[in-house]
């Protein structure tokens, strides 16, 4: 009855807190426009200004760029869970949490929920619009299962990610800039253009990097065509960037409050 007690007040607390993050990030406008605007804007940009110069084969680009843009939206996303956890940290609000009667756990997890709750919302928006301008996925139910699970993973680590730099960097502005590499592979992959377009050195780097596989994978079951290994590889780095970012998290996390 303890355990059972504990974990219902630690998931309260984290509702509580994730509740709190909800209602300042759908409250904030310059949020909204980079998380949801700008993935749209990208969507628009790529399919109307440059998708007639792509040959992506038999495959329409709208429905190659898709997956790509996807992934923009999140990693555009989890930026700002690393600068609000900053945030907190640099204010002193974690300090006041912590003599709070509440879950430690929570104070972390709270941000985490409401990473992955909002770049949810952001993706689906994003993936309407899609649907609005000539998007046409082939994928079953089985398939989209899998790309959610796969979108949710990506999420959940990339969002662990950030929690590690929002927890390390001395300023909002130093807690975010994790995204740009994270951007800059994005557009170093196969998500706006085939990688065989690429010169040799370029094109080997793009399709041995995270991004590739997990993007192929996405693509491919979104248009019910045969996945081959790229998925299992994208869970693999999936999983490991997860672990890995989880402990560091998790180390920094225990320093600070000792």
Not at 5 to 20: E, Q
Not at 149 to 160: D, I, K, Q, R, Y
Not at 212 to 232: F, Y
Request: charged share 10%.
């Amino acid at each position: 009855m303890m355990i059972l007690s504990g974990i219902r007040r630690n998931f309260g607390d984290t509702a509580v807190l994730s509740g709190r993050m909800m209602r300042h990030t759908f409250r904030s406008i310059d949020t909204l426009i980079t998380v949801v605007a700008m993935p749209i804007m990208m969507l628009l940009m790529f399919v109307y200004v440059f998708g007639g110069a792509m040959n992506t084969g038999s495959i329409d680009y709208i429905n190659f760029v898709v997956p790509g843009i996807l992934l923009f939206t999140i990693a555009s996303g989890v930026a700002y869970t690393a600068l609000r956890l900053n945030n907190d940290v640099t204010s002193g609000i974690f300090d006041r949490f912590h003599s709070m009667p509440i879950s430690k756990s929570s104070i972390l997890g709270g941000h985490v929920l409401n990473s992955v709750v909002f770049n949810m919302f952001s993706v689906i928006l994003v993936l309407l619009v899609a649907l609005l301008i000539g998007f046409r996925p082939e994928a079953g139910l089985a398939e989209w299962l899998l790309v959610i699970g796969m979108v949710l993973l990506f999420t959940f680590a990339m969002t662990w990610v950030a929690v590690t730099f929002g927890l390390l960097a001395n300023s909002g502005e130093g807690a975010g800039v994790f995204a740009y590499p994270l951007l800059g592979l994005l557009f170093i992959s196969s998500a706006f253009a085939p990688t065989e377009s690429m010169p040799q050195v370029l094109r080997a780097f793009a399709e041995y990097q995270p991004m590739t596989p997990l993007i192929e994978a996405v693509r491919s079951l979104l248009m019910n065509e045969p996945v081959g290994n790229n998925a299992l590889i994208a869970v693999i780095w999936c999983v490991g960037i997860l672990v890995a970012s989880y402990i560091s998290a998790m180390q920094i996390y225990k320093r600070k409050m000792a």
